[in-house]
């Protein structure tokens, strides 16, 4: 028979611990997250792999994360991607690439961004903001683009709306046309799944609605909280520019806002709605905030994070591995005992 001390070798230390750290582990009142009920009582702790694999973009996803379109043509996009990819594959996830501009007319750094192999069975998505689909239209060579996927094995394509970081990028383009009529003609002539995004200040309820009633495979939020490349591009310019545009970059909308639009929308569309899915993402930090959106949206949803992967995929692979489990270890463990309020 077991002594209390062979039972429970750690009990002396652990016990220490516990009158050690008992003052400095309170939480006050005003600090508790109001977005949840706990509830203790219902389900034991989760196993691995607990989250039921579901579909999503014509794929089966095993947990609800979306890496988000980040980089492209630097000097450590290959590892980056290439990371990215391979945890995907791992963990059953999807992923946007970033901007694949450059391949449209050359395979110079193709290898930075082919890495479908890595993904198994998982979505991969190319990445073309308006400008470039707007020059495509004018010149009639919108079949580069089917070239470009074919080349790096795509899904489909993100197409970016950036109107403020083209007008303050010092190398940006100018629309010609409304966003939507480009997104449109688009439509009628790629016969693969598009998924519409911002890039970082997110969209108001007339975008979402128009976005809404189109046949696109999801609409990815990019909502502000995150990166905003408005306010990324002014730091690479002037002081006088900074202070003539630095409010621009504090307009936008929030996940939280925009998932209240979508709610409101789906009402007042009802079958009017033909776009079936978003990807909540912008200012994602962490899986409660991620658990928390999707759940408050009566739509299918996934989220999506750029800078959280980010930070973990520039070197090793292990510790963006690492990163990954313990945000799926979160959401099965938020999944068996949090209810959104």
């Not at 750290?21 to 005003?30: G, W």
């Not at 290898?111 to 479908?116: P, R, W």
């Not at 809404?212 to 939020?221: E, N, V």
Request: aromatic share 8%; charged share 20%.
């Amino acid at each position: 028979m077991l002594t209390p001390t062979e039972d429970d070798p750690t009990a002396e230390e652990r016990k220490r611990d516990h009158i050690q750290l008992a003052f400095n582990s309170q939480v006050k009142s005003e600090e508790l997250d109001q977005r949840f009920y706990y509830e203790p009582l219902q389900s034991p702790h989760p196993q691995p792999g607990s989250w039921t694999p579901f579909s999503f973009l014509g794929h089966t996803f095993k947990a609800p994360l979306w890496v988000s379109s980040m980089t492209g043509g630097t000097a450590m996009a290959r590892t980056i991607n290439q990371n990215l990819a391979r945890a995907c594959g791992e963990f059953g996830m999807g992923m946007g690439l970033g901007s694949c501009r450059s391949l449209l007319y050359s395979d110079d750094v193709l290898a930075d961004f082919a890495v479908k192999p890595l993904m198994k069975d998982q979505p991969l998505f190319a990445n073309l903001g308006i400008a470039q689909l707007e020059q495509l239209i004018e010149r009639n060579e919108l079949y580069r683009i089917n070239v470009m996927l074919d080349k790096l094995d795509a899904d489909g394509l993100i197409i970016h709306v950036n109107p403020f970081q083209e007008w303050l990028q010092p190398e940006g383009d100018r629309f010609q046309q409304a966003p939507l009529i480009t997104i449109e003609k688009v439509l009628e002539y790629l016969e693969v799944p598009l998924i519409v995004k911002e890039v970082g200040q997110g969209m108001g309820p007339d975008s979402l609605k128009a976005l809404l009633q189109l046949p696109l495979a999801a609409i990815d939020f990019a909502a502000a909280g995150g990166t905003n490349f408005a306010k990324l591009e002014l730091l690479r310019d002037s002081e006088a520019k900074q202070l003539i545009y630095g409010q621009l970059a504090k307009v936008g909308h929030s996940a939280t806002e925009m998932v209240g639009f979508v709610n409101q929308l789906l009402q007042e569309l009802g079958d009017k709605v033909q776009c079936p899915a978003v990807i909540v993402s912008g200012g994602v930090q962490n899986f409660l905030d991620g658990y928390h959106l999707i759940k408050k949206l009566h739509f299918p949803a996934i989220y999506g994070q750029a800078s959280g992967f980010l930070k973990h995929a520039q070197g090793e692979y292990e510790p963006l591995r690492a990163y990954i489990a313990t945000q799926i270890e979160g959401l099965e463990l938020a999944q068996a005992f949090l209810k959104v309020r």
